[in-house]
């Protein structure tokens, strides 16, 4: 889901500097860009696997996205995030231009990684063209990158490998789907405003055991734990008026997990497009609508740069009864890129036991 | 201001070089003069007159011998002392006048006052009491070149009396003016010198013109030749 | 001091009106020039370093090419196995647009940010067209607002020879931020398909810290090299400072001119007043009082000149800079200068500049008027006599500045600072030399306008050596004004054809053929096989012309298959090898051009490495012959060694010989027709017509070297004006006493004309040796130290007339106002005056 608005700011600031204070001003989509030529997410597809964990150049924007608890054997706690963006410039391919830079897309990526007991939060971001081999992305067998960061399979089947290094830090894991990609929305059709074009393709593997080994400047932990990928597609999802997002995803103990997210418009109200879904232990579907979720805050974290997030929530399954407290790791798990928004790896308690763990994403504060 | 002076001039030599030959132009020369006295001296073209003029005045130094003037030792001042010294002491009317032509009559009286940092006020009614004296208060504003022979030697003979000096030295004073204005100036010169008592030495090689001095001294060849209270002739 | 004193001064001035005037113009021109040369050369300076801030960013070093290029494939692997992040590929070009030189930037906008912020802020929009729309570029807001082009324009470029349209994507920054005039900014793949580049990339800038340096180095490939940031156009650079060190010097000339000037007013005014300052002896003023109400008053004239001069030099160098900017940007680098830059301090140094020179100027007259005896009767004839005794010693002085002039010239054989002092001296010391000069010649001619001159030319030749004070100051002055007008014209027209001879004598083929760089080696050689098959065609020439980076810079290296008459197009400086075009095909041997030869002190004999694809190679010095055209250097090498070494079969240009005595145009039109497959980049030209377009382009750069010579010009003109006719004006009374004695107004006029003509004649006559000695030391010293350049020196006899009627006219004229006043005066006014 989320995150078109981040690309739209990306590429508005990502080549020239800091994005504008206000995200929640943001249009949804960059002035003057058309969506004219652009494939749109308007109804029902069939999903085929490994083709569709690949690129889908005729829409906007995709991304692959995985966010993760680890812990080392210490039981030191850690939580990741790593997010590749691609951005089309134009529906079609460039024209040739004899040029072996000439580009149609551009990609982002996001990576951060929680040291929850050095009290640390580590992030970095890469930009650059899909050409000359800087970027891209293809299917089979799997490969998403960006400059020296990738997520890759050797072949279909194996397991994933994430290897992304910054300055400061570096995450390398060996990720193994726990099931097949699991559809979100209508089959796999998330709406995400009124009108009907406004939606995008969504499908998420919502448990991958996850290990390998994080290092942190001259500090190596070796780590596993659980990884979340989400997978979407789109040209134009939010509507004008929607101002930001709370999106949640929680992995618990009891095999189940669950994804939700409330879509904010300008009042702070859940707009009726807020959804999600929640995956029982043995793969039944439960679908949630807004008013099956109840979403309360419980505390806020005050940013450096003025800004309050909520890091403890309160959230109520009304169908299926049940009280989750969130609670965020740690509360500075700012992404403060070119795109500032809040992520972060969080705990969740039931009735105060520790029943799971999960991520939390949240724009437009 | 009102100070005379006493001029004492010893064994004054003054040697000039000439195309390899030397001159003595002044020879072991004696010389005093007493306080408010009007002397006049005499002699021929090259006698040393003006020689002696100018050693009285600290423009020139004598190779030997010396010069006292009011107690100063003119002989022994360098350059700038002896500037000073005439600038305070020391009133001239030459021959040719020498008034600055870019400046009125009233300002080249000024001039001395000026120099001698007297105030503004001050200078001012002096000024204009020594151009009534000078019978020129209608000609302030005037520039020299505006004014006859006659005037411009009033006005230089105002300009040197103007700061009282103590000694007023006077070159030919009449030597560029017709007989009867000559007359008139020197009249004017003598009257002004005897009412503000000042040593008044006037040189001259006209006898005519020495009738109204105290003493008269003749040079010739560098030395006195003949000295008298009044004319002898 | 005494304000009568002052009142009195500041009269004298003011009565004197002309002559202050004069004297005031004379300051003000000499402070005009100095400051517009100054603001003109650092509004240059400013804006490349401005342009050179905004391009470099943070950029810490430089990864170039050998060969000029890099392969692009190479970026990818620094930032993917390297993970190097800041570090951004560049892709520069010239390109022309309105006929003006640009330079074409392409440039990833996604790895800018950490370098630069030269990409401003684009909207996505914006972004999508520069990456997506072919030929898009960015025109800087200062250049699109001089050419008044807007977002979405398409405007023409010329491209190596070939015109391309291109759209205007938007407009880089705005009035506030200094996007440098003169750059056009185009992604980069829009850039590698103009600039017909595919594969290569001019270069990728980094920012490295030790750490990454010593690794990358370490790992560099071969034909790779990685030099600090700023290191680039090193080379040019020193050649456009010594450009801009040039030009200051001469308007620091043109001020000497001026001080001169004004010497001999002040002298002339001190003249004028000795009988006051006499009395002010007299009256108790002592000499320092005196000297101190002189400088006083020079100091408003020089206060008073400074400040007209800073006006008038600010309106001058708005023009100055342009010229400025162009010279550099036609020989040097890409610049382009959007306006006048000034600062506080520059418009402070040009108003003490001109203050000190004035008080320098005043010294010696004021020191004059302090020694002034308190004596009544003025005493003429002994100033004279002292002027008279001073010019043995005069003279003696200046010999042992001129001496010391040629001694420094031999002593210290580098460094142009040396060159400069070494000329000053002869200057100083030939000018000293003059009131000699003008006795001896006085003297010469007094026995014969004894025997035929009227009583008025007698009179006035007579009245020349009688009043050497004032006549050899002024005549000094003159010859230095005259002189200087006479060297600069004498450097620019030797320049001028040189270069014209050079040109003949270069261009030996009777066509020449560009072919675009991307023409593909098969093509030329098949071209080439058709052209000798041509009927016209004789013979071909053949030339590979490309960039090489050395570890001193870039130059061009040119390999040469010659035609039999090609050899003739060079001229050598100093020996040459034994047997040395055998040696030269045979590849043994690299011919070096004298600018970059002076530059690394190269010559025959010596060994040189060049950095070739294959690696490092040694070549021997053949010969270094002159080059006016390719700064900063030129390497010539024949082309079967450079085809052996760098592996490139591609052909530049084609020099075509053809038969005489055959009509011209059929072969034309049948070359044409070859070349057509070629398209627009190749081009056929005449060595006629390459010649008129470089003696263009030469003149063009040399406009404002001109310039500055026409300002000299016009301050001599106004110098001689105002020393002349104050001196004339000093002696009014002496004239007057002329007239009193019988002489009739029409001697008079004769006396003063032909006095006035005599000066003018001896200082453009004795301007004539000094203007050729500083020409010499300009074209031979100052020039070769600058640019490396060998000039053949010529005096042409037109500028030797010029300089001649320089001075007389401008005396004559200066004659004209005291003669005729003097001649309508009646004796007694004229008497009574001072």
Redesign the interface.
């Known amino acids: 889901m989320k995150h078109l608005l981040l690309l739209a700011i990306a590429l508005l600031c990502g080549c020239v500097e800091a994005p504008p204070p206000a995200l929640s001003g943001a249009p949804g989509v960059p002035a003057g860009w058309g969506n004219e030529g652009f494939l749109r997410a308007d109804r029902p597809r069939a999903f085929s696997f490994p083709e569709d964990h690949g690129p889908h150049d005729g829409y906007r924007s995709e991304w692959w996205y995985l966010t993760g608890n680890l812990r080392d054997r210490s039981g030191r706690r850690f939580g990741y995030q790593f997010t590749a963006f691609r951005i089309a410039l134009l529906p079609q391919p460039t024209p040739q231009r004899g040029s072996a830079w000439s580009a149609s897309h551009i990609w982002m990526a996001h990576l951060a990684l929680t040291d929850v007991a050095g009290e640390r939060h580590h992030h970095d971001e890469r930009f650059a063209r899909e050409a000359l081999g800087l970027a891209g992305a293809q299917a089979e067998p799997l490969r998403v990158w960006v400059e020296d960061w990738q997520l890759s399979q050797s072949a279909f089947e194996r397991p994933w490998q994430l290897r992304a290094a910054s300055d400061r830090f570096t995450i390398e894991l060996q990720l193994a789907p726990a099931h097949p990609p699991r559809l979100q929305g209508e089959a796999g059709l998330s709406r995400k405003g009124r009108d009907p074009g406004n939606a995008s393709y969504y499908y998420s593997i919502t448990r991958l055991a996850s290990a390998g080994r994080v290092r942190i400047g001259d500090d190596e932990f070796l780590v596993d734990g659980d990884s979340w990928l989400d997978r979407e597609w789109s040209t134009s999802a939010l509507d004008p008026d929607q101002a930001g997002w709370d999106w949640f995803s929680l992995q618990l103990d009891d095999g189940s997990d669950l994804m939700f997210y409330r879509l904010r418009d300008r009042g702070g109200n859940a707009s009726p497009q807020s959804a999600g879904n929640l995956f029982l232990a043995d793969g039944r579907r439960i679908a949630l609508r807004r008013e099956d979720v109840t979403l309360t805050p419980r505390r806020w974290w005050r940013s450096d740069d003025g800004r309050s997030y909520p890091v403890a929530w309160t959230l109520t399954l009304n169908g299926p009864a049940r009280r989750f407290e969130i609670e965020a790791l740690m509360d500075a798990q700012l992404m403060a890129l070119s795109v500032r928004y809040w992520e972060g790896a969080i705990e969740v308690r039931e009735a105060g036991d520790r029943v799971g763990h999960g991520y939390l994403e949240m724009t437009g504060y | 201001m009102n100070a005379t002076a006493s001029v004492n001039a010893r064994q004054l030599v003054r040697v000039f070089t000439e195309g390899g030959a030397q001159r003595r132009v002044l020879d072991r020369l004696d010389l005093s003069i007493a306080r408010g006295e009007r002397l006049v001296l005499l002699g021929r073209s090259g006698s040393g007159k003006s020689t002696l003029l100018?050693l009285l005045?600290g423009?020139d130094r004598p190779d030997s011998g010396s010069i006292e003037i009011q107690g100063v030792r003119l002989s022994d001042c360098t350059?700038?002392s002896r500037?000073?010294?005439?600038?305070?002491h020391?009133g001239?009317v030459?021959?040719?006048f020498?008034?600055?032509?870019?400046?009125t009559v009233a300002?080249n009286i000024?001039?001395?006052l000026?120099?001698n940092g007297i105030g503004r006020s001050q200078a001012s009614d002096l000024i204009g009491e020594m151009l009534s004296l000078v019978g020129l208060a209608d000609r302030a504003a005037a520039f020299p070149?505006r004014l006859s022979g006659g005037e411009q030697q009033r006005v230089a003979i105002a300009?040197a009396l103007i700061h009282r000096p103590a000694l007023v030295l006077a070159?030919e004073p009449t030597g560029n003016l017709d007989a009867e204005t000559g007359e008139q100036i020197l009249q004017l010169l003598n009257r002004l010198a005897e009412s503000l008592g000042q040593t008044l030495l006037t040189v001259t090689h006209s006898r005519r013109l020495a009738r109204s001095a105290d003493r008269i001294v003749t040079l010739e060849q560098g030395v006195i030749a003949h000295e008298s209270a009044t004319l002898a002739w | 001091m005494?304000?009568?004193?002052h009142?009195?001064?500041r009269?004298?001035l003011l009565?004197h009106r002309w002559q202050s005037a004069l004297a005031i113009l004379g300051i003000t021109l000499g402070v005009a020039v100095v400051l517009a040369v100054e603001l003109a050369n650092q509004s240059a300076r400013r804006a490349f370093a401005l342009s050179l801030e905004q391009i470099e960013g943070r950029v810490s070093h430089r990864l170039v090419g050998v060969g000029g290029t890099l392969d692009e494939n190479f970026y990818r692997q620094l930032r993917r196995a390297d993970g190097l992040r800041e570090i951004a590929p560049v892709i520069e070009g010239e390109v022309v647009l309105h006929g003006e030189r640009f330079k074409l930037l392409g440039l990833d906008p996604l790895a800018e940010r950490p370098l630069r912020s030269l990409l401003p802020k684009l909207d996505s929009l914006q972004l999508r067209t520069l990456m997506t729309t072919p030929d898009t570029v960015l025109l800087p807001y200062a250049s699109a607002a001089r050419l008044a082009i807007g977002t979405n324009d398409r405007i023409e470029l010329e491209i190596a020879g070939e015109r391309r349209s291109v759209t205007v994507a938007g407009i880089a920054g705005d009035s506030g931020t200094a996007v440098p005039d003169g750059l056009l900014l185009a992604d980069i793949a829009s850039a590698q398909t103009l600039l017909r580049m595919p594969g290569v990339i001019s270069r990728i800038e980094l920012r490295l810290n030790d750490d990454d340096v010593r690794k990358l180095a370490a790992r560099l490939p071969a034909g790779m090299r990685l030099e600090r940031a700023g290191r680039r156009d090193s080379t040019s650079r020193a050649l456009s400072d010594a450009f801009q060190t040039n030009l200051s010097a001469m308007s620091l000339l043109a001020l000497l001119v001026g001080a001169f000037l004004i010497y001999n007013a002040m002298t002339v005014s001190v003249l004028q007043r000795r009988?006051?300052f006499?009395?002010?002896?007299?009256?108790?003023?002592?000499?320092?009082e005196l000297f101190r109400l002189l400088l006083g008053e020079t100091l408003l004239i020089g206060a008073f000149g400074s400040v007209l001069g800073l006006l008038l030099g600010w309106l001058l160098a708005q023009g100055l800079v342009t010229l400025v900017a162009r010279t550099i940007n036609d020989l040097f680098f890409s610049l382009r200068v959007s306006s006048l830059m000034v600062q506080p301090l520059d418009l402070f140094r040009g108003g003490l500049l001109g203050i000190l020179t004035t008080l320098a100027a005043t010294l010696l007259p004021a020191l004059e008027a302090a020694r002034s005896?308190?004596?009544?009767?003025s005493r003429r004839s002994e100033l004279e006599t002292r002027a008279h005794r001073a010019v043995p010693w005069l003279a003696l002085a200046g010999i042992v500045s001129l001496l010391a002039g040629g001694a420094m010239l031999v002593l210290f054989r580098d460094g142009l600072l040396a060159g400069f002092v070494a000329l000053f001296l002869l200057i100083i010391g030939y000018s000293l030399c003059v009131p000699g000069g003008v006795l001896l010649i006085t003297r010469a001619l007094q026995p014969l306008t004894e025997r035929f001159g009227g009583i008025g030319t007698r009179l006035a030749v007579r009245g020349i050596s009688a009043s050497l004070s004032r006549t050899g100051l002024a005549v000094a002055a003159l010859t230095l004004a005259v002189a200087t007008t006479l060297a600069m014209g004498t450097m620019i027209s030797s320049f001028r054809t040189t270069v014209s001879d050079w040109l003949e004598q270069t261009l030996q083929g009777d066509l020449y053929l560009s072919l675009p760089e991307r023409a593909n080696a098969a093509a030329a050689a098949q071209l080439i096989s058709d052209l000798h098959r041509l009927q016209g065609v004789r013979e071909l020439s053949m030339g590979r012309s490309r960039p090489l980076e050395l570890a001193t810079g870039q130059v061009r290296l040119l390999a040469l298959q010659t035609a039999s008459r090609s050899h003739r197009g060079f001229t050598f400086k100093g020996h040459t090898l034994a047997s040395l075009w055998p040696r030269f095909h045979a590849g043994e041997l690299l011919l070096v051009s004298e600018p970059y030869a002076y530059r690394e002190h190269l010559q025959a004999g010596d060994s040189m490495t060049l950095p070739t694809p294959a690696g490092p190679v040694e070549f021997l010095v053949g010969g270094v012959f002159h080059d006016y055209g390719t700064n900063p250097g030129l390497l010539v090498m024949a082309m079967s060694s450079y085809r052996h070494h760098w592996r490139d079969q591609r052909i530049s240009t084609l020099g075509i010989f053809l038969h005489s005595g055959q009509p011209w145009e059929p072969t034309i039109s049948a070359i044409r027709r070859l070349t057509a497959s070629f398209g627009e980049g190749a081009s056929l030209a005449a060595n006629g017509e390459i010649r008129a377009r470089s003696l263009a382009l030469f003149d063009r750069t040399f406009t404002v070297t001109r310039v500055l010579r026409l300002l000299v010009v016009l301050i001599a003109f106004v110098g001689i004006l105002s020393a002349f006719m104050a001196m004339q004006l000093e002696r009014s009374r002496e004239y007057a006493t002329l007239r009193a004695t019988g002489l009739t107004p029409g001697e008079l006029l004769r006396l003063v004309v032909v006095q006035s003509a005599l000066l003018g004649l001896l200082a453009g006559v004795l301007a004539l040796p000094l203007g050729w000695l500083m020409g010499e030391t300009l074209i031979e010293v100052i020039n070769l130290r600058s640019f490396g350049w060998t000039l053949q020196s010529l005096l042409p006899l037109p500028l030797l007339g010029e300089a001649l009627l320089l001075a007389l006219s401008a005396s004559l004229l200066a004659a004209l106002y005291p003669a005729l006043r003097l001649s309508r005066l009646p004796p007694a006014a004229a008497m009574?005056?001072?």
């Open positions: 100018n005045a423009i350059e700038r500037t000073l010294f005439r600038r305070r020391i001239f030459y021959q040719f020498n008034l600055l032509p870019t400046l300002e000024a001039l001395p000026e120099l070149d300009r070159d | 005494v304000s009568l004193l009142r009195s001064g009269r004298h009565r009988a006051q006499g009395t002010l002896r007299l009256l108790g003023v002592t000499r320092g005896e308190p004596i009544v009767v009574r005056e001072e």
